[in-house]
């Protein structure tokens, strides 16, 4: 039996063939190169990187075996996960990597998150990325507005919570919400007293633009967050 001593611990031998994760401190771990052959529907299919056997698990390259299934595979450095087929694409916050391009207000303005506070909704739920619309009506005008977004058919998917912050009042008429891609209204909601934050989630694919449209028609001030906003870029 052909054994050797490998300093890491090489979780990297399950993942990519190029990535190599090491134990902490370099402990020493005995692996045995006793696997001598692996079949696939009886057809000799060796990797390149050799199997290996430890604590009596045999460790296989995890990119060998979702080829050989022909599956794609995808490591997404910023959550340490491994996608095996169908896998999102990169997602991409308001406030972050995308802001509106234009906008038309009355009596409403807004805020990005910039990481260095929290905002908490009316379920008292915490979010940390985010786009709040503040309706802030006087004596002659009513709050509205439309925020244009530049997507040039670079996403497949827009997805959001909407509803009113924990610091919002109380209000009696509903805020209107329209979303289009493009020009097709893709959405409508209201926002009203008492519902609970809304989860949106909107194709927009090969759409070239995303507008936001928001009014309310009342004497009060109000918030409304949407809350991890984000769009979902072409894979």
Do not use: W
């Amino acid at each position: 039996m052909d054994k050797k001593f490998i300093t890491g611990f090489i979780a990297g031998a399950i993942t990519f063939s190029s990535i190599g994760v090491f134990a902490a401190g370099g402990k020493a771990i005995e692996v045995f190169y006793s696997i001598k052959d692996i079949k696939i529907d009886n057809v000799s299919q060796m990797p390149e990187q050799k199997p290996f056997t430890y604590n009596g698990t045999t460790f296989v390259p995890l990119r060998f075996i979702a080829d050989k299934l022909g599956q794609p595979i995808k490591y997404d450095t910023k959550t340490q996960t491994i996608f095996i087929g169908q896998f999102d694409g990169e997602r991409v916050y308001l406030g972050e990597g995308i802001k509106h391009s234009d906008d038309e207000t009355t009596a409403l303005s807004y805020e990005y998150s910039n990481g260095s506070k929290n905002v908490k909704d009316k379920i008292k739920k915490e979010h940390s990325k985010y786009l709040l619309l503040k309706y802030e009506p006087t004596m002659t005008k009513k709050p509205s507005g439309k925020f244009t977004f530049d997507l040039n058919r670079e996403y497949t998917k827009f997805s959001a919570t909407i509803g009113f912050t924990e610091e919002s009042g109380e209000i009696d008429n509903p805020i209107q919400v329209r979303i289009y891609a493009d020009d097709k209204r893709i959405y409508a909601g209201q926002i009203t007293r008492g519902k609970l934050p809304a989860d949106v989630n909107l194709n927009v694919t090969d759409a070239v633009k995303l507008r936001i449209e928001t009014d309310l028609d009342s004497e009060k001030p109000a918030e409304v967050g949407l809350f991890d906003a984000y769009l979902e870029q072409v894979k």
